[in-house]
């Protein structure tokens, strides 16, 4: 057994968010597309269409398959990933209030966790973990947001 002491570079949490990153995106998806899917089950007059529905899916699922397939993987490869991270989640979480259909649920959840990716890394700590915090409050002001219309 080695005596040389073990150094975090950081890559734990990348690794961990890299295993994470396609339960969160079928998670952010299906619940941005729960708030459209139950307007369409309602009875009443003003209820969404079916095509309604298909251009609020189809909007989640662009945003979702951009943020996560495309922005966090790039963002997870390079040295600090901090300010991408907090971008996410500023926006996410600034348009959470105006209910921006299938935009700031993936944004926010994207920037926490790309947040939490860098919390531990060698650069931008304190971007990162800025980032997890909004973009947390940010998931959690989209499901206030999206359950208070239930």
Not at 107 to 118: I, K, R, S, T, V
Not at 129 to 147: K, T
Request: net charge neutral; hydrophobic share 55%; no cysteine.
């Amino acid at each position: 057994m080695s005596d040389s002491p073990t150094v975090d570079d950081g890559s734990g949490g990348a690794a961990q968010a890299r295993k994470m990153l396609w339960p969160v995106a079928v998670i952010v998806f299906l619940f941005t597309v729960s708030y459209p899917a139950n307007d369409i089950l309602r009875p009443d007059a003003e209820t969404l269409t079916f095509p309604g529905f298909l251009a609020h899916a189809g909007i989640a699922l662009a945003t979702a398959v951009v943020v996560f397939a495309l922005v966090i993987p790039w963002a997870l490869r390079r040295e600090s990933s901090g300010a991408v991270a907090l971008a996410l989640s500023i926006i996410g979480t600034l348009f959470a209030f105006g209910f921006w259909v299938g935009f700031p649920q993936a944004l926010a959840a994207g920037g926490a966790l790309l947040g939490w990716a860098g919390i531990n890394a060698a650069k931008a700590r304190r971007l990162s973990l800025a980032a997890f915090v909004i973009g947390s409050l940010g998931v959690i002001f989209n499901v206030f947001e999206q359950v208070q219309y239930y």
